[in-house]
C-alpha cells in the first residue's frame, strides 16, 4: 500500500499585477484669473473704496496672493473678502485725515510678511 500523503490545496500562482492608474501630474499652481476673483462665495458684493475701481483692486488681490506665496503662506478662501473690508474701512480714514481724493493701496513684504501699505493721492 502506497503511504498516504496530506492533500495539500492547490494554489493558483498569483496573477500578474497591473500596473494601477498612472500618479497625477504634478501639482502646478492655477494662474489667477482676476475676472474671477470676485466671485468668492460666501462673500457679500462689496464695492471698492472711493478712488479705486474693481479693476484697482483685482489687481491689488493679485499682487497681495503673489506676495503670500512668495513668503510661503497660503491666501485663504476668505481671502480676497477680508482685504476688500480692510481697504475699505482704512481708505474714507486715510482720506479725511489727509483730506484727499482716494488712496493708493501697496502690497509690500516687511520682516517676512505681507503688509498692505497705503499712499494718500494729492
Not at 55 to 69: Q, S
Request: proline share 19%.
Amino acid at each position: 500500500v502506497p503511504p498516504v500523503r496530506p492533500s495539500t490545496p492547490s494554489v493558483a500562482p498569483p496573477a500578474p499585477s497591473r500596473p494601477g492608474p498612472p500618479p497625477p501630474p504634478a501639482a502646478r499652481p492655477a494662474p489667477i484669473n482676476t475676472a474671477r476673483i470676485r466671485t468668492e462665495p460666501g462673500v457679500a458684493r462689496v464695492g471698492p473704496p472711493p478712488g479705486m475701481t474693481d479693476a484697482d483692486v483685482n489687481v491689488l488681490y493679485a499682487n497681495y496672493v503673489k506676495a503670500k506665496e512668495a513668503v510661503g503662506e497660503k491666501a485663504g478662501p476668505g481671502s480676497y473678502g477680508k482685504l476688500l473690508q480692510t481697504i475699505n474701512a482704512q481708505a474714507p480714514k486715510i482720506m479725511e485725515q489727509y483730506k484727499a481724493k482716494g488712496v493708493d493701496f501697496q502690497v509690500v513684504v516687511k520682516d517676512n510678511q505681507v503688509v498692505i501699505r497705503a499712499k494718500p493721492k494729492p
